[in-house]
């Protein structure tokens, strides 16, 4: 590229949130090399600890991928786990009782106060304390016990892309150390060949989006570890190109939120290979059964039996971490619409980076 | 009423729902008087086994009221809580180390197999296991160690009203009961005369369904106790009236929702008096600021800051037991809504009672 043409490159709208989105093959491949061997440490420390439970705590898109930790923790190593309630401790005062509790904190920043004061408070209630960040030398960092740094480099664009994949992978090394499986690197290896394929298929993207441009709401659907993934993928679109994006676990959406579907709302359905998309098979064929407009980012056979969908190369590539790849093509998905729609998904209004609720 | 004039009510769409809602006052004075002491032992009981940690686990309606009773651990027990992700157990087959545990399952039936089924293995892995059920003789009671009957009476309408209310207050009277409270009647004793109040105020509920008739999306929020109240509403107005609502903590709301809240998407604003109200107050200030449609259920001096709204009477109401009656205007809101649309609210396409997710 030309001197000229970078400049009119930066000007776009999205070039931000597009050149994030780029890196994250570079960043996958980073954390492998150079900060495994450090998670791995961190994730003896704390086995040595032997802590019973976890709780984990995090907003927004690092609530997404504390959710993808839950189920890592819950299936692979067989720890009861909760998603913390912030509010409890910091207006209501709780100060539960948290020996044998292992808190995992996730901040792209490091910066939001009051996760800061709830990790601080945990720690001050036994509980073994663990930060997840962008930033080593955050005030989230320094109150925890323990830290992991996710690597991602600065993140400028405010739709968190590369620090989402890269706070997964970084989870996924910790939760195999944690169970003392040194094939954490292993079975990871893949992911930053597999990723910069997925970032190339930019133009397939565009065309799904030109579909979904004048969608009026969208419900995602999931069950098991891709649930993490659809969670992402409608808070990516709800805060890009302010389309009304629902979320659902495939068991959910039949309890209640079916009845909103119809022809006029498109079902994007995370289908992992392996259990999780096992288990959305009656969801998928309710859904068709009743005429949604059904579209798949999976394997290339369920894509086939949908309206639309996204094929992903996930043969050979455990479920477990086939969400660090599932959410590539979905974040493009939200920019495309987001520029259909006129917006710049940069700077979606009214948000700021680092959240400061206290 | 005539036997003409009833046998003409019974014919109405809705019916059923707006009998089961009218039907709440009388649930929950049986509970307070009825239920009471069964609940009150079943909590001396479990007390015993001293729990350490408890997992919630629950679909729907009863996923809230699950919600509500994490607060209520956390906050006045200080007890670490979480919230199952079944499909771990069910589709994955995890077999976490639960000793300490204790599990409760929350679930209007008592019927759904894949609740049954995970209850059972936690059982087996360890936990102390609590069904929560309208129905003693449902195969979820039979496979937990302990019940709590919420007695609230055969459920006809598809959408769980007086469930929901019946469920809140025995959640309320066990965690008080965990905790050797012997007040927990004390505290609710005026719920039934105050919910008798509310359910006769339809008028006004007419009146803001008006407002909202054609609103294409709703956005629900709230902090501390009252989120459970959110949720429970957003999920009432979808399953009744098919609008896309969603429901955020006031925290998550500024972490990226906020950028679709604009002059076409209402809020509804749980403000629960107390410190669950005061800490959504910044949030509420950003609203107004970006002059959102603002509706507030709480406090009449909240209701009058808002665009609208519902004044609830909180006054000597303590906040843990307020989202009993807070939930009750916004069910009455989906049911009129609903009808305003021209649907049943009795009968949501596509849903059944007992949903047979495995």
Aim: overall charge neutral; charged content about 20%.
């Amino acid at each position: 590229m030309s001197a000229g043409t970078a400049a009119a490159a930066e000007e776009q709208p999205g070039h931000l949130m597009r050149r994030e989105m780029a890196e994250q093959p570079a960043v996958l491949e980073r954390i492998l090399t150079r900060g495994a061997g450090r998670i791995r440490e961190v994730a003896r420390r704390i086995a040595a600890r032997q802590p019973r439970f976890v709780l984990l705590t995090a907003r927004g898109s690092s609530d997404n991928a504390a959710l993808y930790a839950k189920y890592l923790l819950e299936i692979r190593l067989g720890m009861p786990c909760g998603l913390v309630s912030m509010s409890t401790i910091t207006a209501y005062g709780a100060r539960p009782d948290l020996r044998d509790v292992l808190l995992i904190t996730v901040s792209q920043s490091g910066g939001s106060p009051d996760l800061v004061a709830a990790t601080k408070a945990a720690g001050a209630a036994g509980a073994i304390t663990l930060a997840v960040t962008n930033n080593p030398d955050s005030p989230l960092a320094a109150v925890s016990e323990q830290h992991l740094d996710i690597m991602a480099g600065a993140e400028q664009a405010l739709p968190a892309t590369k620090s989402y994949t890269a706070t997964l992978l970084a989870l996924h090394l910790f939760v195999a150390g944690l169970g003392g499986d040194a094939d954490g690197v292993a079975v990871a290896r893949e992911l930053p060949g597999l990723a910069e394929h997925l970032v190339d298929r930019h133009g397939e993207i565009r065309a799904l989006a030109a579909r979904y441009r004048f969608a009026e709401r969208m419900v995602f659907t999931s069950r098991g570890y891709g649930y993490a993934t659809a969670n992402e993928a409608a808070l990516k679109l709800m805060e890009t190109a302010y389309i009304p994006a629902l979320s659902y676990s495939g068991a959910d959406l039949m309890h209640g939120p079916l009845a909103m579907v119809d022809n006029i709302s498109p079902v994007i359905a995370v289908v992992s290979d392996g259990k999780g998309g096992q288990a959305l098979q009656p969801v998928l064929d309710r859904l068709r059964g009743r005429g949604a407009d059904l579209v798949v980012v999976g394997p290339r056979a369920e894509v086939e039996r949908a309206s639309a969908g996204f094929a992903l190369p996930t043969r050979g590539v455990a479920e477990e971490v086939q969400p660090i790849l599932e959410i590539i093509p979905l974040q493009r998905l939200a920019y495309e619409v987001t520029l259909a729609r006129g917006f710049d998904p940069d700077a979606p209004r009214a948000l700021a980076k680092v959240t400061k609720t206290h």
